[in-house]
């Protein structure tokens, strides 16, 4: 990854890098970890949704994943997914952020593909929605949603298949 990245910088090297770069990345990911999540996962216990499980060994990761639905929510970071409304990047080394966003979009993007392609259904909720009561709402709303007509569809699907059997052949 880093090998990948040197290559778009012009110097082919990191240069004037800061060495907290580091330490500050994994305080951006650490507070996401810390907060984000379990609020999310406070949210969902509040809402009565039940029947999820989190760290499912499915590609992107996502937070967390309901099985039985086969429903993934992910909680993108602001700043590591390159959200337009309050997502920047920084002025210093401004490059090597830029590529380092860009390059995390293009993957979630893959992964979105690769578990919509296994049949799973995807939410992508920005880690401000988690903060703010609105935008939650509608998270936990589309998540609702979901188990909702899952059940429905569970529900008619054996009255719906005895119906098709006594329709005559021909009739669409
Ligand atoms: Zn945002």
Redesign the pocket.
Known sequence: MERRLKATLPSGRFSNVPEVRSRTMSAIRGKHNRSTDVQFRMALVRAGIRGWITHPNLPGKPDVYFPRLRLAVFLDG?FWHG?R???HIPKTNSLFWATKIKRNKNRDRKNTKLLKSQGVVVIRA???SINNAQDLMRVLGSIHDIIRTTKVVRRRHVPHSKKNKSRPKHQA
């Open positions: 602001c959200c409304r309050c997502g920005w880690e401000h």
